[in-house]
């Protein structure tokens, strides 16, 4: 089956510092990529709709400026947590769509200190 | 707007009992109903889905059918394993042209005792 990979699987970084995060679709090409988070116990909450070649479109209350999509190939699209806080501190997964049906990186766990 | 209801958790079973998680959904049109299946620790596997009324999705012994006059996709096993463990999320897409995205439900948290 498709295969979505994603890197780093996780990252601890100091408060302030950037992280950037990577979405790889191996064995497909992807036009679309999803960006989600997950806190703990709960659903995914999609952040980021990220289309190769175009600007992100982002949900409402995600801030564009803070977390900095970039879809540049149709096998990578990267997340980049500007100025990272402790808050910011959560589960990221990334999906591609390859056909009709979403596959699902392993997901990156970021921890602020 | 699309909505899914899953099946308030967590739900714990003894091994190799039934398992039924329900779902249902409001969507507009003819979605494709998905369940996901995330293990601990890990991101989301998918486990099965169906495209059209009346498709059934199976994997792994899980089962799901497409019920349109009940919007309905509910989960089942016949008997469950220690491994089944994990967070099942029943998910809809409104169409397959690629830049849709998903709509999930809450999530079940599923416990299997050995």
């Known amino acids: 089956g498709a295969v979505v990979s994603q890197h780093p699987s996780w990252v601890i970084c100091k408060s302030g510092t950037s992280v950037k995060i990577e979405c790889r679709s191996l064995d497909f090409q992807a036009t679309t990529m999803f960006w989600y988070r997950q806190f703990p116990k709960q659903s995914l909450m999609l952040m980021a709709t990220?289309?190769?070649?175009?600007?992100?479109?982002?949900e409402q209350g995600v801030e564009k400026d803070k977390f900095l999509i970039n879809h540049a190939s149709l096998t990578l699209s990267t997340l980049t947590v500007t100025s990272a806080h402790p808050e910011d501190s959560s589960f990221y997964i990334c999906?591609?769509?390859?056909?009709?049906?979403?596959?699902f990186g392993p997901g990156t766990r970021l921890l602020v200190l | 707007g699309n909505s899914v209801t899953q099946m308030e958790g967590p739900v714990t079973l003894s091994e190799e009992a039934f398992l039924t998680i329900n779902c249902t959904y409001t969507?507009?049109?003819?979605?494709?109903l998905f369940w996901y299946v995330q293990y601990p620790g890990e991101g989301l596997q998918l486990l099965l889905k169906a495209t059209k009324a009346d498709d059934k999705g199976s994997n792994k012994g899980f089962e799901a059918t497409y019920r349109k006059e009940t919007t309905s996709f509910h989960l089942e096993k016949g008997s469950v394993q220690v491994s089944d463990s994990a967070v099942y999320f029943c998910a809809l897409i409104r169409s397959n042209f690629g830049n849709e995205k998903l709509t999930f439900g809450t999530g079940t948290r599923l416990t299997i005792i050995p």
């Open positions: 969507a507009t049109g003819y979605p494709s």
């Open positions: 990220s289309n190769e070649g175009s600007k992100a479109t982002y």
């Open positions: 999906s591609a769509t390859g056909g009709e049906t979403q596959y």
